[in-house]
């Protein structure tokens, strides 16, 4: 018990032990602020790379394949999938309204199956809201004002179904750009956008400032190369298309370079959609006087095709058992799928069928391990903090050797003794890892002001969305790594305090006591 | 009074002042190594305590009395002579070669220290100096005893004078003071050995007749045997017994 009174005294009359303290909320709060950090950045790419696309995805990346509407309707039936949608990927080129030029990713999707396999409609940005986001204090969000020409609510409906109406008034298709595509909007720290004024080139070869809100005033002329069955590029193809909304789906990568057109939109310029086709065929070379000026033309009827079917599980699935589990049903089904149209569709065994994860695992990979290694690192550096705590305890067990010798002159034995120290090492590592933990928590839970903070005071941008994906910074602490940082930062005061404690313990009691 | 000092060279003193002894050392050995220089303190010590007897230990600096004081309380063990066996009976129990649990409980429950220098726990207040000694005796059975040693704790305080500085620390405190606290603290778990390095050894002179005859009165109170270790004549003069230790050794009368 005398351990308890001594250990009490020593913490709050010595300054030696509120610097070892001091090391151990340091040490504690970098390395739960780095784990919080890092871990959240892998949920947040597990989760929101899901955003806008299936749990599970069947593709063909080359030239397609048939009877797509037959498959999902197959993958319907099966319990473990709650909704397909077909998808078509590709590249292209936009050109903006102020004449700057942006290759793209291009998804040609139903919006209406497509929000069903992914969280589209979340994404929307352009909406209607009826109160401010967090920090938008002055209110200057425009979708809480209402906009000219148009209506928040059709802005929002029109993103939905991909369309918009045209000068004419009639409705057309139009595309739905990520937020950061047209470089139009500036992110404000509330994490909403403002429309800017965008340049705009005049026909006599001039530019001019002009108000431009890309859901109600923009057009693109968007490009695209269909390809034949070998990969070669046909021809280029362009259309103007309107933009409907832009989407924010919080992974900067995907925000500033993916657009979406309506799926017989893709289909039409990609020459995926059915219809009667001349193609190249190698063997009529050997056949000829088919009508043909070249022997190796020949007319087909192609059915329409998509790259890719999206997949929904019927479960959460984000646990990757659950994915590979829901992948196998998805595989099960194709093969049926595939027997059926045998020579049509790509065999089983050829087709691309993966889960999310596997299509990012280099991606998720990379993340997991520098997780590991900037964790491994931290603990290195934490171990200064073991070392640290045994110098301090050890010119302290050093300063109280008179201490020691009284003790040991009362009856106190070398284990109690020990005891002592080591209960002393024990409550420096509960007071310096909770209050560790505390600035942690601080830490993490402000880590986006305190960064828009760096920002602005002195110009240090850390967090790059163009490195790490996101926008916003993970701020998130979770219980359980917490309660393993903290039982790790009570330990290392523990084993810092051991050999002081064994130093204290073998002292010499009549030598302690003459100590000068 | 003074009964002259026991001697090594003569058995049939030692016999006869035994035969109430509570304590008794025999043949006691001990060298300090000062380097690589080996330095004799004690050459074969034989005395015998009388129980509730007062005995001085008189001798020069450096003529091993502390060293022996400290062999008689535990906290040093003997060495092993080169002929013969070194002893330390305290009850009829043997304690040269007793292990190291037996040794910390006799401190702890059979003897109490009063040292020069007061050694008091600079961070605790008076009553916490006392009643740590309490705690280390009790361990985790302290919280039953914690009321009664409050109690004990709180007559010693009044006993020594101190009530109005229980909650001083010893910084606060005079020397004399510190030392009364010594000794509060070596009584709180009621020893029936007290043990006094030079206990007057660092006060002024009225000071330290003052602790002595609190001391005095102590041991005549608890029925106390006590031990003191001096080099003062005066201190010396009221023992029932005088020990005269010359370069390691008993003196002769």
Redesign the interface.
């Known amino acids: 018990?005398?351990q308890f009174?001594?250990t009490k005294?020593?913490l709050v009359?010595k300054i030696m032990p509120l610097l070892a303290a001091v090391a151990v909320i340091l040490c504690t709060a970098m390395v739960l602020v780095v784990w919080s950090v890092m871990n959240g950045f892998l949920t947040m790419l597990i989760s929101s790379g899901r955003t806008m696309t299936g749990d599970v995805v069947v593709s063909w990346p080359n030239a397609g394949f048939a009877q797509y509407q037959e498959l999902i309707d197959d993958l319907r039936k099966e319990p473990l999938v709650k909704a397909a949608a077909p998808v078509i990927e590709s590249f292209g080129l936009i050109a903006l309204p102020d004449g700057a030029k942006k290759t793209v990713r291009v998804r040609g999707v139903e919006g209406p199956s497509y929000a069903q396999v992914t969280r589209y409609e979340e994404t929307l940005h352009w909406r209607p809201i009826s109160e401010p986001v967090e920090k938008d204090v002055d209110r200057e969000d425009p979708r809480l004002h209402s906009i000219s020409g148009t209506s928040w609510e059709e802005v929002l409906d029109n993103g939905r179904r991909l369309v918009r109406k045209g000068e004419s008034g009639r409705v057309e298709p139009a595309m739905v750009m990520g937020i950061e595509v047209s470089e139009f909007n500036r992110r404000q720290i509330g994490g909403f956008y403002v429309p800017q004024q965008a340049y705009q080139a005049l026909p006599n070869g001039e530019y001019a400032f002009v108000d431009l809100f890309m859901p109600r005033d923009g057009k693109v002329l968007l490009s695209l190369a269909p390809l034949d069955a070998s990969g070669r590029a046909v021809e280029m193809v362009s259309r103007n298309l309107a933009v409907a909304n832009e989407f924010q789906s919080g992974v900067f990568d995907v925000d500033s370079s993916l657009v979406l057109i309506p799926l017989e939109v893709a289909q039409d310029m990609l020459r995926m959609n059915a219809a009667r086709r001349v193609v190249k065929d190698p063997k009529a070379k050997l056949a000829a006087g088919d009508g043909f000026d070249d022997p190796a033309e020949k007319l087909v009827e192609e059915p329409a095709r998509v790259t890719d079917v999206l997949v929904r599980g019927s479960m959460d699935v984000f646990r990757t058992q659950d994915a590979m589990q829901l992948r196998a049903a998805v595989e099960r089904v194709y093969e049926r799928f595939a027997e059926r149209h045998k020579g049509v569709v790509p065999p089983v065994h050829s087709i691309n069928i993966l889960t999310w994860e596997q299509q990012n695992r280099t991606m998720i990979s990379a993340v997991k391990k520098e997780t590991v290694l900037l964790l491994v690192l931290f603990m290195i550096i934490s171990l200064v903090a073991v070392f640290l705590i045994l110098a301090i305890f050890w010119s302290m067990v050093a300063e109280k050797t008179?201490?020691i010798?009284?003790?040991?002159?009362?009856?106190?034995?070398?284990a109690?003794v020990a005891g002592l120290w080591v209960s002393y090492g024990l409550a420096i590592g509960i007071v310096g890892s909770s209050l560790g933990l505390c600035l942690a928590w601080t830490i993490v839970a402000n880590i986006n002001p305190i960064h828009e903070w760096l920002g602005r005071a002195m110009g240090i941008v850390i967090w790059d969305p163009r490195i790490y994906y996101f926008v916003t910074i993970p701020n998130k602490v979770e219980p359980d790594k917490a309660v393993i940082v903290f039982v790790a930062g009570v330990l290392s005061s523990t084993i810092g305090a051991l050999v002081p404690a064994a130093r204290a313990a073998l002292m010499?009691?009549?030598k302690a006591?003459r100590f000068e | 009074m003074n009964d002259g000092p026991a001697s090594s060279a003569n058995p049939a003193a030692l016999r006869e002042t035994a035969s109430d002894a509570c304590l008794r050392v025999e043949n006691l050995h001990k060298t300090y190594a000062l380097g690589r220089v080996k330095v004799p303190v004690l050459r074969g010590v034989d005395l015998s305590v009388a129980e509730g007897g007062f005995t001085a230990i008189l001798g020069a600096s450096g003529s091993g009395k502390s060293?022996l004081l400290?062999l008689m309380?535990g906290?040093?063990r003997p060495d092993r002579p080169a002929s013969g066996v070194s002893s330390i009976r305290y009850k009829g129990r043997e304690l040269a070669g007793a292990s190291?649990?037996t040794l910390?409980?006799?401190?702890?429950?059979e003897t109490g220290?009063v040292?020069q220098f007061y050694?008091?726990?600079?961070?605790?207040s008076v009553m916490?100096n006392i009643l740590?000694?309490s705690?280390?005796?009790?361990?985790?059975a302290?919280?039953a005893h914690r009321g009664a040693a409050t109690r004990a704790a709180e007559e010693l305080v009044e006993h020594v004078g101190l009530s109005h500085r229980k909650r001083h620390r010893p910084a606060e405190l005079s020397g004399g003071e510190r030392q009364r606290v010594a000794i509060a603290?070596s009584l709180i778990?009621e020893p029936t050995l007290l043990l006094a390095d030079e206990p007057t050894g660092n006060l002024d002179q009225k000071t330290g007749e003052t602790i002595l005859e609190m001391l005095l009165s102590i041991r005549a109170a608890r029925r106390l045997t006590m031990v003191v270790v001096t080099h003062d004549e005066r201190t010396a003069a009221r023992a029932d017994r005088v020990v005269r230790l010359v370069d390691g050794r008993v003196a002769k009368a």
Not at chain 1, 405 to 414: D, E, F, I, Q, T
Not at chain 2, 119 to 124: A, K, R, V
């Open positions: 018990m005398y009174l001594l005294r020593y009359s008179k201490d010798g009284v003790l040991r002159a009362v009856g106190a034995s070398s109690g010499h009691p009549v006591l | 060293t400290h309380g906290l040093d190291r649990s910390d409980a006799y401190r702890a429950r220290f040292f050694h008091l726990l600079p961070e605790l916490e740590v000694a705690m280390v005796r009790w361990g985790l302290w919280p603290r778990n």
